[in-house]
């Protein structure tokens, strides 16, 4: 079956630091993968999606970037930390060349920018 | 457009009673949608899905409708139960899409 990891669960950071999360797929081949970041009681804004290794499509302009250096491996990352960088960052991914399919996610990461 | 920056909507229904949550979707060529249920400090996991060829489906306590006409989905829940307060979100897809748009989702709190 396929299972979705998502590392650290929580993170506090001080601004202006590095970040890096990371997001690993197992038992599946080509995903598709996505990183999400959720503001305390809001909705999932998309913030990077993958179709492929080194494939990556930016939906929000900002400071964080994304590299997939593997088939299932998605990492989040930030140069220096802003406080607005606080959220729940989720890592999900669905099946296939299309979007047609359910995606799953990963249980997040709670990372706060002091 | 995603629906970002909108604070949560929220549903306070009695238990056993039937819970609605409405949603409505922009893209008119949109033709799979899903309800994603998310519990606090957890991520968001799938509870029915629909694709534009149907208008009604069916799960355990769960009862998504879809009306293309008007672009609005619904989740029923039946007997709604207190393990069932959480955030839901719809989310909606098409077939060249790489993509899901998520809807800003509705809290819903069950009252004791």
């Known amino acids: 079956s396929q299972t979705i990891h998502q590392w650290p669960a929580t993170l506090v950071q001080p601004v202006g630091s590095p970040l890096s999360l990371e997001c690993t797929v197992e038992g599946t081949s080509n995903p598709n993968l996505y990183w999400y970041r959720q503001a305390a009681g809001r909705g999932l804004q998309l913030l990077f999606y993958?179709?492929?290794?080194?494939?990556i499509s930016s939906e929000v302009p900002q400071n964080l970037s994304a590299s997939r250096p593997q088939d299932r491996q998605f990492i989040l990352s930030s140069k220096k930390l802003l406080l607005s960088d606080s959220g729940f960052y989720l890592c999900?991914?669905?099946?296939?060349?299309?979007?047609?399919?359910?995606?799953?996610f990963g249980q997040g990461t709670r990372l706060t920018v002091v | 457009g995603e629906s970002v920056g909108l604070h949560l909507p929220t549903l306070s229904v009695q238990e056993g009673d039937n819970s609605i949550i409405n949603c409505a979707y922009s893209n008119s060529a949109s033709d799979y949608f899903i309800w994603y249920k998310q519990e606090s400090g957890k991520g968001p996991q799938f509870i029915i899905d629909?694709?534009?060829?149907?208008d009604k489906r069916q799960g355990q306590r769960v009862t998504v409708l879809l009306n293309k006409t008007v672009k609005h989905l619904s989740l029923q829940i039946a007997a709604t139960q207190p393990g069932d307060s959480a955030v839901y979100f719809c989310a909606e897809n098409n077939y060249y899409g790489q993509n899901f748009v998520f809807g800003p989702g509705t809290r819903l709190s069950v009252l004791p």
């Open positions: 993958s179709v492929g290794i080194g494939q």
């Open positions: 999900a991914w669905t099946q296939g060349s299309f979007g047609n399919t359910e995606a799953f």
């Open positions: 629909i694709r534009s060829n149907m």
